[in-house]
């Protein structure tokens, strides 16, 4: 595995490579002394999911559903869409910072409402948060501003979502970063197959299969972060941030190299097992990846083995398999194509119509949790190619596909 020091080495020359691409394409930057009247009436609009900061030369939204961890409804998500566009064009917004409010940047989509919908009969509902995330994610990954993501605390499934595809994301000490949905029946989605699929050699399909997490370290060592500091330097990072006037990347990140910590992934990291990952996880099915595990924990008392089979044989055996076949498609297809396709297993997973496994993961998990869900299929020989097939098939004319606009909105390659 690299170090520590030439990962973080690639993850800034990655940077930068955006910064000059951000640089080649934002439009120019003027300082003004007022906001447009529609600006000041989005920021002071507080009765709100999402709160607007105005600075000196960018706005901070921050993400406001805190009991429940900024968990991601359709209301929240429209407002942050429109807020994101407002500013695009807007020459006195230099650059955007994201934030959460309370004890967690964001746990993601809100599954139990999801969830309820579901049981209520109303699919498209159920669907359209799903809709709403997806096409934010490709709306910051197109995004002709630098963006900031502080991430501390909390921050899965959708959460990584909104913040990943932006140019700056802040990892901390206290950072628990997963990706957990094959444990309540559904498969990393809102671009993860996109980014797990990036990661150093089989991490992705680690992360993705067990639903374990990484912490603030780990994120900037394997990429998933291009910074890193201690959570005690939050609140002066965001001043820092608050009084840059600037839209351009390279001071931002100048600016956020003062607050930079340096710190190794401890000796329990997963980081320090890759090639016990990688020799694992290279295979082509969840069985093969199994009895793999199995043969090397045959060999050794090192219980790391048996703690990710635990793992796995939690885990829906349906969501193992669409969810390895979904990153390893990740791998070479772009993120809208990524996009598109997460949005057609996840709108079969909604439908219940293959399997209700989602349903059934979300009341485990968040609804009775007792922790004892009742999968259907009950194991990976129960799972049909078939089945697996339907998950990544076109959806029918009565179900509209996720719209992008990738000829208006030009994706970085």
Known sequence: MQSLARRQSSVRHCSRFFLNEFQRRTRSF????????????LI???DSFVLVEGNASSRTVVLNRPSVLNALNVPLMSRLHKLYESWEDNPDIGFVVMKGNGNGFCAGADIVSVHDMIKKGNIDG???IFRRVYSFAYLLHTYLKPNVAILDRVTMGGGAAISIPGTFRIATDKTVYATPETLIGLHPDAGASFHLS???????EYLG??????NGVEMISCGLATDYSHSANVREIEECLKNLITDDPSVIETSLEKYSDFDYPDNNSVLKRMEMVDK?????????????LE??????????YNSTLKKLKYASPLSLKISLRSIREGRFQTLDQCLIREFRMTSRAMSCQISGDFCEG?????????FAPKWDPPSLEHVSTDMVDQYFSPLSPLEPELDLPTKQREAFT
């Open 30 to 41: 003027t300082s003004r002394s007022s906001s447009a009247l529609s600006d000041q009436l």
């Open 44 to 46: 002071n609009d507080t």
């Open 126 to 128: 159920s669907k359209e």
């Open 198 to 204: 990036h990661l150093p050699g089989y991490l992705g």
């Open 209 to 214: 299969l067990t639903g374990d997490r990484l």
């Open 280 to 292: 694992c996880f290279s295979h082509d099915t969840v069985e093969e990846i199994i009895e793999a």
């Open 295 to 304: 043969s090397e924990a045959a060999k050794t008392n090192d219980g790391w």
């Open 362 to 370: 979300v009341r485990a998990q968040m609804v009775d949790k007792d």
